[in-house]
């Protein structure tokens, strides 16, 4: 078993502490996730690419940039200028011009994700998951912290790992939302790999962040029953 992927949200982040939090995640984490959003796809208004550039010039783990904006296409190139690794766009705002977007990411050098909104079925992206790096699964409604979990998406996760399985494909499976306690196990089971860490299961654990990841990694082991011997993953 794979060891999970851990994605620290930005937007969750003490915005006055920027620097000394990037500079404790980046030694306890995997990713970072930087949502987007324009105030229409998802009504609120979060990170910019301005923001994500200097933090660029502090984070050393990948960059995952979520758009939730209705015209993904306007941001490509600035974010990969900025400091992307991966940009996910959501389905439901690419379907009309997919696979131009995906050359224009993959041409600007990052790497092609893929959101899907609770209620957007897989076959919404089946004829171009082949050039996914990243499927992200949203397990709650957008726009804001702290959310409902929707647990009818776990079907979704497993049906997105056996489609993997059955066609040879590698993408990662990735949930958002909700992503605690009371959730990891059944995201678990179902299928996820990386999991975007927000308020609930990682920035409102505690005061100190440090004692925070040392409460969201006890959390996530002690739900899933399992531990990690030498870096892999094994069962309790």
């Known amino acids: 078993m794979k060891k999970p992927i851990f994605s620290a949200s930005l937007m969750c982040m003490d915005l006055l502490h920027v620097k000394d939090q990037l500079d404790i995640l980046n030694k306890r984490i995997d990713m970072y996730h930087a949502d987007i959003m324009d105030g229409h796809f998802a009504k609120n208004i979060t990170l910019s690419p301005a923001f994500l550039q200097a933090c660029s010039k502090v984070a050393t783990k990948p960059i995952e940039c979520h758009l939730m904006v209705e015209h993904p296409g306007d941001y490509i190139e600035e974010l990969a200028k900025a400091g992307a690794d991966i940009i996910s766009c959501h389905a439901e705002t690419i379907n009309h011009d997919a ?23 897989l ?33 979704k996760i497993r049906e997105a790992k056996v489609y993997r399985e059955e066609h040879n494909l590698d993408y990662i499976i990735q949930v958002d939302g909700a992503c605690n306690i009371a959730n990891f ?47 892999q993953m094994s069962m309790r």
């Open 123 to 155: 076959v919404y992206v089946k004829h171009y998951l082949n050039h996914v790096k990243l499927l992200t699964i949203m397990t709650v409604d957008i726009g804001y912290s702290g959310s409902r979990f929707i647990p009818e998406v776990l079907d």
């Open 185 to 231: 196990r059944v995201m678990d089971e179902a299928g996820a790999e990386s999991y975007v860490m927000g308020n609930t299961g990682l920035f409102g654990l505690a005061q100190d962040l440090n004692e925070a990841l040392d409460r969201m990694y006890s959390d996530f082991y002690r739900a899933t029953n399992k531990c990690t011997i030498n870096g």
């Open 99 to 121: 696979f131009r977007i995906i050359d224009r990411i993959k041409s600007a050098g990052c790497q092609f994700g893929v959101a899907l909104n609770p209620a957007t079925p």
